[in-house]
């Protein structure tokens, strides 16, 4: 408007320049007032004792926080999986089965999948489910 160019709004084209000066005065005037509502807000949560503002850490420990809860929440998933497939290995021990790789094989035989639902069990993953169950 100071620049002496004719401004035309395509979703009001019927506007003048005192139309865009009222609006503008209009936006300009509710900012304001929510910035004045915001810093009156805040200013009250403060006075009752709220602790503004979040975490401030580097990016590297709030990476470490997450990593150390996903493998906790992990562990103890696994270790509650190998506790559910103690009575199968149980089953495989009644069925004469004296040595991990025996086990492995009858956990094969009946269709029992791994942790990861991927491959065949060995006489090693079967040693780790017996150590995580302990």
């Known amino acids: 408007m100071e620049a002496g160019v004719k401004f035309v709004a395509v979703d009001m084209p019927e ?10 005065s209009v936006a300009q ?4 007032a929510i910035s004045d ?22 990016s590297a420990d709030i990476h470490a926080l997450g990593n150390a809860k996903s493998q906790k ?3 103890e998933r696994t270790a509650k999986w190998a506790v559910d497939l103690l009575p199968a290995i149980e089953q495989a021990k009644a069925e004469g089965a004296v ?8 956990l094969n035989e ?3 999948p791994t942790r990861r639902e991927t491959g065949e069990w060995s006489a090693v ?6 150590d995580k169950a302990a």
């Open 15 to 24: 506007a003048t320049d005192m139309t865009i000066h009222i609006l503008a």
């Open 29 to 32: 005037g509710e900012a304001k």
């Open 37 to 58: 509502r915001t810093k009156a807000a805040l200013a009250a949560a403060k006075a009752k004792g709220t602790v503004l503002g979040g975490l401030r850490r580097n």
């Open 73 to 75: 929440v992990r562990q």
């Open 99 to 106: 040595s991990l790789r025996d086990i492995a094989a009858f």
């Open 110 to 112: 009946k269709n029992i």
């Open 125 to 130: 993953q079967v040693k780790r489910v017996l």
